[in-house]
T-cell receptor
Framework: AQSVTQLGSHVSVSEGALVLLRCNYS??????LFWYVQYPNQGLQLLLK??????LVKGINGFEAEFKKSETSFHLTKPSAHMSDAAEYFC??????????FGRGTSLIVHP | EAQVTQNPRYLITVTGKKLTVTCSQN?????MSWYRQDPGLGLRQIYY???????DKGDVPEGYKVSRKEKRNFPLILESPSPNQTSLYFC???????????????FGEGSRLTVL
């Protein structure tokens, strides 16, 4: 069985501030983990993925995420938020199945 | 260009009028899936397919049908739409098998359906 919990349905930051979006997972086997982003009126696109090669994963647009097995976490961070980062972010896990499980999403709001 | 194409992008219909949302991918992906997205509920899987002629129910299959006669196409059929099927629908595809098991999903742009 596998599941994902995203803490906080909405996260609000000021432009230039640190972005931290939280994701905790459960999986009965070593997981593959993903972050997707959905900009307004668009489909989801991949930000980054963890496939066991390295625990710190860098993605597009300056985002990165760190896999922490002991904490079963895969939090997404960006040092400095831009207005263009405002979007919905989804964490997903693939455990023993080819079928991913998605979290409920976190809406990132960026204030000028 | 690698892509997943859904049509229509927007549709308003009435209760009981059968409709089909088409989905096509040009990446030779084995796995295809349909999701619906509703406020506060995130993405919920409706149906998925791991290959031609192989389909399985997801978390919310009631009121929907799918078929996979060709590898590239995976249409979603609403035989008798009801207002509770008003939602934003996404089709997605990915590779499967071996290292491809780590493959990410590629999503279409979405189809916004309103059932009156």
């Amino acid at each position: 069985a596998q599941s994902v919990t995203q803490l906080g349905s909405h996260v609000s930051v000021s432009e230039g501030a640190l972005v931290l979006l939280r994701c905790n997972y459960s999986s009965s086997v070593p997981p593959y983990l993903f972050w997707y982003v959905q900009y307004p009126n668009q489909g989801l696109q991949l930000l980054l993925k963890y496939t066991s090669a390295a625990t710190l994963v860098k993605g597009i647009n300056g985002f990165e995420a760190e896999f922490k097995k002991s904490e079963t976490s895969f939090h997404l961070t960006k040092p400095s938020a831009h207005m263009s980062d405002a979007a919905e972010y989804f964490c997903a896990v693939k455990g023993g199945s080819y079928i991913p499980t998605f979290g409920r999403g976190t809406s990132l709001i960026v204030h000028p | 260009e690698a892509q997943v194409t859904q049509n229509p992008r927007y549709l308003i219909t009435v209760t009981g009028k059968k409709l089909t949302v088409t989905c096509s991918q040009n990446m030779n992906h084995e796995y295809m899936s349909w999701y619906r997205q509703d406020p506060g509920l995130g993405l919920r899987q409706i149906y998925y397919s791991m290959n031609v002629e192989v389909t399985d129910k997801g978390d919310v299959p009631e009121g929907y049908k799918v078929s996979r006669k060709e590898k590239r196409n995976f249409p979603l059929i609403l035989e008798s739409p009801s207002p509770n099927q008003t939602s934003l629908y996404f089709c997605a595809s990915s590779l499967m098998g071996g290292r491809a098991g780590v493959g990410e999903l590629f999503f279409g742009e979405g189809s916004r359906l309103t059932v009156l």
